[in-house]
């Protein structure tokens, strides 16, 4: 069964806390991504990797880093969370060509 | 600027009807996807093209890369297709550009 899963799916955080955001894959994809939505915003990258270790910023990456350790695995971390990181996070898969790609049911933080 | 504009922004639709959204490119995509986010968040696939038209019961899509632009046809509009409709195009590097999504209201 072809899956992005996200954990967790909802997170309540203090302002200055850390937050980590896990996603799995059971694709096999090389290419994944992690979004945040925003009302009037719609999806904004924040990170995309390539496959192990190979991670790139996105549109907004200040705030975020990123760790692929392992191809099905990919993980958002906030140091340090702020207010203005409350959003719903979406991870996504592809394959390498970045085809198809398909959406984790997102993560919803809020940070107070 | 931005690479994907969706329209229209919201549209309200009765029970049986249909419409057409719609997504222009203002650079030459490789590929398009469309999907719905339904009201609990999850965003579902419904097409990915590179090219030509594909049909899935009461949707279709319609993708014209030469002409920068693609098409999601509604027919016989149910309560369930009620949601926030979003096309994702790529270049063929790295990320998909998204639209800004298209609120669909259909009604009893």
């Known amino acids: 069964d072809m899956k992005v899963t996200q954990m967790p799916r909802y997170l309540i955080k203090r302002m200055g806390e850390n937050v980590l955001l896990e996603c799995g894959q059971d694709m096999s994809h090389e290419t994944m991504y992690w979004y945040r939505q925003d009302p009037g915003l719609g999806l904004q990258l924040i990170y995309i990797?390539?496959?192990?270790?190979?991670?790139s910023e996105g549109d907004i990456p200040k705030g975020y880093r990123v760790s692929r350790k392992k191809r099905e695995h990919f993980s958002l971390i906030l140091d340090s969370a702020k207010t203005n990181q409350t959003s719903v996070y979406f991870c996504?898969?592809?394959?390498?060509?970045?085809?198809?790609?398909?959406f984790g049911k997102g993560t919803r933080l809020t940070v107070v | 600027g931005d690479q994907v504009e969706q329209s229209p922004s919201a549209l309200s639709l009765h029970e049986g009807t249909g419409s057409a959204l719609r997504c222009n490119f203002t650079?030459?995509?490789?590929?398009v996807q469309w999907f719905q986010q339904n009201s609990r968040g999850s965003l579902i696939n419904l097409f990915y093209l590179a090219s030509g038209t594909k049909e899935n019961g009461r949707l279709k899509s319609t993708f014209n890369s030469k002409e920068s632009y693609s098409t999601l046809h509604i027919r016989d509009a149910q309560l369930e297709d009620s949601g926030t409709y979003f096309c994702a195009a790529n270049t063929g590097y790295q990320n998909f550009y998204f639209g800004k999504g298209t609120s669909l209201t259909v009604i009893p």
């Open positions: 996504a898969s592809s394959l390498w060509d970045n085809t198809e790609v398909f």
């Open positions: 990797s390539y496959d192990v270790d190979s991670n």
């Open positions: 650079t030459t995509m490789r590929a």
